[in-house]
């Protein structure tokens, strides 16, 4: 791995990842990020056929949005793991899932609330449209799979909770892209809501075992893991 190329699109991240041998995305944004991940992806020198794979965290639309955009225009292939691909390829499978998730604490709850009411609207909008492609992804991931075949020397870590299918990518030398596991706005912290509480904190139990440098989450600025306490 030769480069981490962060993508800010607003309140959501993606990953640019420069390889010996082409490029790897890590989320996509929402459906209408797709002019700002070209741009990205121009600015690093990543030409159609350049870009081996788009690594999808988890099925949430600011995750999957532009997902089908880029792996047309850049010839690619989308991978994710298979518990979340029912809302790749469904307005109302991701809205249903929406509607279900619960949250820690009473704020959080009245939060979630309304950032479910909102991206529900949001959702809708899009469908009206047509602005969101849905996809079928070409490969499903699983937990433990290693990356090396598509030149990026990092393995698959399966950590749902947040989604039943969300998973982290953690590379060889210690940087882990955690999707909506943890976030890192005033300063790092677990994510308050997901379709499985308890999951979540296994999830978060088992990056224990790992050795994690560099964590780049969905939401917020990247931080050390130490800054966590989990060593």
């Given at each position: ?5 962060p993508?800010?699109l607003g309140?959501?991240n993606c990953?640019l990842i ?14 209408g ?5 070209e741009e ?10 350049n870009l ?6 988890h ?13 047309n ?5 989308i991978?994710m793991?298979?518990?979340d ?6 307005f109302?499978?991701?809205?249903d899932?929406l509607?279900?998730?619960k949250?820690k604490?009473?704020v959080s709850?009245i939060?979630?609330?309304t ?16 602005a969101?492609?849905g ?5 499903y991931?699983?937990?433990g799979?290693d ?18 299918g969300?998973?982290?990518i953690?590379?060889?030398?210690g940087d882990?892209?955690?999707g909506?596991?943890?976030y890192?706005?005033?300063k790092?912290?677990?994510w308050?809501?997901?379709e499985?509480?308890?999951?979540i904190?296994?999830s978060?139990?088992?990056?224990k ?8 989450p969905?939401?917020?600025k ?10």
């Amino acid at each position: 791995m030769k480069e981490i190329i962060p993508i800010k699109l607003g309140f959501v991240n993606c990953y640019l990842i420069k390889t010996d041998t082409g490029f790897i995305l890590i989320d996509s944004g929402c459906s209408g990020d797709f002019h700002k991940i070209e741009e990205a992806l121009d600015n690093a020198g990543c030409l159609p056929g350049n870009l081996k794979l788009i690594i999808i965290t988890h099925g949430d639309g600011d995750h999957t949005g532009s997902a089908s955009y880029i792996r047309n225009k850049y010839d690619s292939v989308i991978a994710m793991h298979k518990y979340d691909s029912d809302m790749a390829e469904s307005f109302d499978k991701k809205t249903d899932r929406l509607k279900k998730r619960k949250a820690k604490g009473l704020v959080s709850g009245i939060m979630w609330k309304t950032v479910m009411f909102i991206s529900c609207m949001k959702f809708n909008r899009e469908k009206e449209k047509a602005a969101f492609s849905g996809f079928k992804p070409g490969v499903y991931l699983d937990d433990g799979q290693d990356l090396n075949e598509y030149g990026f020397p990092a393995k698959v870590l399966y950590i749902p909770g947040h989604t039943n299918g969300s998973i982290g990518i953690l590379t060889g030398t210690g940087d882990l892209f955690c999707g909506d596991l943890l976030y890192n706005y005033k300063k790092p912290a677990v994510w308050p809501q997901g379709e499985d509480l308890k999951a979540i904190d296994s999830s978060v139990e088992r990056l224990k075992k790992f050795k994690i440098g560099m964590v780049y989450p969905g939401h917020g600025k990247p931080f050390g893991m130490n800054s966590m306490g989990v060593k």
